[in-house]
């Protein structure tokens, strides 16, 4: 029994380990993204815009159009979920924790519950880089649009509405807060990394964290819009809260720095990919 349980021990750990390592190809897929979409933000900001949306679905329909997009969606199709499957692991892991009491209680709960919504995040933008890999991609604003109408016909959907827009909304300002107090240093084990290594994490998270943050609260601010307006077509997803920065005065730098913040962002998760998450 002894041997028997050894050799479980040590499949679970080869299979623990097999799903980091296609967790860490998915991380690197999602930093792509994220690079994709600041340049569509800058082509955006001096140039008009490419032709698609300055969103995930724009980056990915960029990437189709490529000579090896489609391969390289595929890929990173599978990353993300990898990550998204990764992210439920956590979720299993943290559940013996629900039923304990204090602040371990707390702490599960809280990181069974960022680990749902990842999951979710992972999988829908695997969802989105299959279609687009299959020829049946479709801009992520109009998605949103549709979206935003079908739960206006919920009882109390306008009110849903509005309520995702504020949880949006506070996302983003805490990604602004994880950034300017350097918070997001406490998810990562950095224990192994050198001198260099840690100074390039944090740099670039001080700057990606606010970066995506602002560009979160911007697409929570349409949905808010949205919902009080009771106009489906303002929810128009990142690239309208991208658009709608680009109006402000001096809307061309505004948007070229929300740019480098999410490039910074992306660059962060390339990084990131090399070092495990602290329990």
């Known amino acids: 029994m002894s041997a028997q349980g050894t050799a479980r021990s040590a499949m679970g750990a080869a299979d623990g380990e097999a799903l980091e390592n296609l967790a860490r190809v998915g991380m690197l897929a999602y930093g792509a993204v994220h ?6 933000a800058v082509e955006l900001a001096w140039f008009g815009g490419g032709g698609e949306s300055a969103d995930q679905s724009g980056a990915m329909s960029r990437l189709a159009e490529s000579p090896a997009g489609k391969p390289l969606l595929w890929v990173i199709a599978v990353g993300l979920i990898a990550l998204a499957v990764w992210q439920a692991a956590e979720v299993l892991r943290w559940r013996s924790g629900w ?5 371990t209680r707390t702490k599960a709960i809280k990181k069974s519950g960022k680990a749902i919504g990842k999951a979710v995040i992972y999988a829908a933008l695997a969802v989105l880089a299959i279609r687009f890999a299959t020829g049946g991609g479709q801009s992520s604003s109009q998605q949103q649009q549709e979206t ?3 739960v206006f016909d919920w009882p109390a959907g306008q009110f849903l509405v509005g309520a995702a827009g504020l949880v949006l909304i506070g996302v983003g300002a805490y990604h602004v807060y994880k950034g300017v107090t350097k918070r997001f240093l406490k998810e990562i084990d950095t224990t192994d990394a050198s001198p260099g290594a840690l100074r390039l994490v944090t740099r670039l998270g001080q700057v990606g964290f606010p970066g995506k943050g602002v560009a979160l609260a911007g697409v929570g601010g349409l949905l808010v819009y949205a919902a009080v307006t009771f106009d489906p077509s303002k929810a128009q997803g990142l690239d309208g809260a991208l658009r709608t920065i ?6 061309r730098i505004l948007l070229t720095l929300v740019a480098v913040g999410i490039a910074a962002f992306g660059a962060y998760l390339f990084v990131r990919a090399r070092y495990p998450e602290r329990t």
């Open 35 to 40: 690079l994709l979409v600041a340049w569509l």
């Open 148 to 150: 935003t109408a079908g």
């Open 246 to 251: 680009l109006d402000l005065p001096f809307g």
């Open 99 to 103: 039923s304990t009491a204090g602040k």
